[in-house]
């Protein structure tokens, strides 16, 4: 009889950086100023041994799309599109963001990420990419996947890790 055990495979922060800027609400009227972090993700993926090739999901494709994903949002400013608070605005080659009503930004719109979240805390960063990584394997044609363990890091020590099982 087989062996009955499971696999994960990871790939760690140090790799995964994205530097980028934002600001956060939070609840009631308050809300951050424009400051910056050295994200660091951290990614796990669980599921069945690939029969012919021995490995659960290939390390060099797992590792080229998490560094596209973070490529994707690094260098830029963070903007959430769905929150009740902050307004986000494409005007030509502009974007103005204004925070419970009243403007308080404007940027190029190339230095912006405009993200599909209602806020730009590590919790929505790591549920992003964990929907952007499930999305891009299900492209490679992965199989046999049964979780996405998603970790967020904003500061040393200070992180949000998201789950998905699939
Ligand atoms: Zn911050």
Redesign the pocket.
């Known amino acids: 009889m087989a062996p009955r055990g499971e696999f994960r495979v990871s790939v760690t922060k140090d790799y995964l950086v994205f530097a980028s800027a934002?600001?956060?609400t939070f609840a009631g009227h308050r809300c951050?100023g424009l400051?910056?972090?050295n994200y660091r993700a951290s990614v796990t993926i669980e599921g069945a041994l690939n029969e012919q090739a021995w490995f659960v999901f290939d390390f060099v494709e797992l590792k080229r799309i998490m560094r596209r994903l973070c490529d994707e949002i690094d260098h830029l400013v963070l903007l959430p599109l769905t929150s009740d608070r902050v307004q986000v605005a494409e005007d030509g080659d502009t974007v103005t963001v204004g925070v419970d009503g009243t403007p308080r930004y404007v940027f190029p719109r190339k230095d912006c990420a405009l993200l599909p979240i209602p806020n730009?805390t590590v919790e929505m960063l790591a549920r992003m990419l964990t929907e952007r990584l499930q999305a891009a394997l299900t492209a490679e044609g992965a199989s046999g996947l049964t979780a996405i363990e998603m970790e967020v890091e904003?500061?040393f020590g200070q992180s949000a890790t998201y789950r998905l099982t699939l």
Request: no cysteine; charged share 20%; proline share 0%.
């Open positions: 934002h600001f956060i951050e400051h910056g972090h730009t904003e500061n």
